[in-house]
């Protein structure tokens, strides 16, 4: 079980994949995209520790975070993480907690799983969008999760008021940058394989996140939203990405200043959360539609459709 928590471990895999990529990127300097597989990789791998020193200071000058605000919005959707995490202990527990820490090797698989089909666009720069602007949007709605707030009560979790609690616990919970990442992989997935593959994904680390007690439901909600404007970034749609980063602030100045309201009319809050998978959903048939290969690859594949032809 030692061996097993070692191998999971954030900090293991990810040097482990850094190791790996600088091997690989040596194997053919020619090639300029590898360079940027180790530097996302970089950037991912001292994220944590730059994101822990930031959130730990703005804990230490802010302790007041906003789980028993968001476990009573879950409570107003209807939706509880709670019930979903109890399902899922047992023989789910730890293919749910190996899911929620395969980010980051899944970002480097579909780092080259878009390389080599030539999609659109540069997963890459999605992911420096969500790691620039994920931190800023933690600490204007501070939240940790569930295991955090509630310790050893989180899968039963007492009635508690809408209202901030002082909590040492770095703030990661809104929106989900986990759920954000997944959805990121569904925009960029070539052919129906990966589709399917990135949906499937997708589902499991919404259900690891909730399962793990590091989100609520609400939180998965706004990192839809968060996951295209991303995407967009990634894709250069830059007017878009500040569209659905909009969304994604609207959520969190609303959550924050305007909690009761919310808590008082759930079918205001239910309204507002269909709406934004809506959107999410939509942008992803949209994007489906659009070719995923690049000009120059489609051009390539007429040219030898012709040849065959003659």
């Known amino acids: 079980m030692r061996l097993l928590s070692l191998l999971l471990n954030p900090g293991v895999i990810g040097v482990l994949a850094l190791?790996?990529?600088?091997?690989?990127?040596?194997?053919?300097?020619?090639?300029?995209?590898?360079?940027?597989?180790?530097?996302?990789?970089?950037?991912?791998?001292?994220?944590?520790?730059?994101?822990?020193?930031?959130?730990?200071?703005e804990g230490?000058?802010?302790?007041?975070?906003?789980?028993?605000?968001?476990?009573?919005?879950?409570?107003?959707?209807?939706?509880?993480?709670?019930?979903?995490?109890?399902?899922?202990q047992g023989v789910f527990r730890?293919?749910?907690?190996?899911?929620?820490?395969?980010?980051?090797?899944?970002?480097?698989?579909?780092?080259?799983?878009?390389?080599?089909?030539?999609?659109?666009?540069?997963?890459?720069?999605?992911?420096?969008?969500?790691?620039?602007?994920?931190?800023?949007?933690?600490?204007?709605?501070p939240g940790c999760g569930p295991i955090y707030a509630f310790g050893a009560q989180w899968l039963n979790p007492p009635q508690v008021q809408a209202d901030t609690i002082r909590l040492a616990a770095m703030p990661n919970a809104f929106p989900s940058l986990h759920l954000g990442t997944a959805f990121v992989f569904v925009f960029f997935a070539p052919g129906r394989f990966w589709r399917a593959v990135s949906l499937a994904f997708l589902c499991g680390t919404g259900l690891a996140?909730?399962?793990?007690?590091?989100?609520?439901?609400?939180?998965?909600?706004a990192g839809l939203a968060f996951g295209c404007f991303a995407a967009c970034v990634g894709y250069s749609r830059f007017r878009a990405a500040l569209l659905y980063l909009a969304v994604v602030v609207c959520w969190s100045l609303t959550v924050r200043f305007e909690y009761p309201f919310l808590v008082a009319h759930p079918g205001l809050l239910r309204l507002m959360a269909v709406l934004t998978v809506g959107m999410a959903a939509h942008a992803v048939f949209k994007q489906w539609r659009t070719p995923a290969l690049c000009k120059t690859d489609q051009n390539e594949q007429e040219n030898q459709a012709g040849a065959v032809a003659e």
């Open 19 to 57: 190791f790996l990529s600088v091997i690989w990127m040596l194997r053919d300097e020619k090639d300029k995209t590898r360079p940027l597989l180790v530097f996302a990789l970089i950037l991912n791998l001292f994220f944590g520790f730059l994101l822990t020193v930031f959130m730990s200071r």
């Open 60 to 88: 230490g000058l802010l302790p007041w975070k906003y789980d028993h605000v968001l476990f009573a919005l879950d409570r107003a959707l209807g939706v509880t993480a709670a019930p979903i995490a109890r399902s899922l």
């Open 94 to 141: 730890v293919p749910m907690i190996v899911i929620y820490q395969l980010m980051v090797p899944m970002m480097i698989v579909w780092f080259l799983v878009t390389e080599y089909s030539h999609v659109r666009g540069s997963v890459v720069l999605a992911y420096v969008g969500e790691l620039v602007v994920g931190p800023i949007l933690y600490a204007v709605l």
């Open 209 to 221: 996140t909730l399962s793990t007690g590091e989100h609520y439901v609400i939180d998965l909600v």
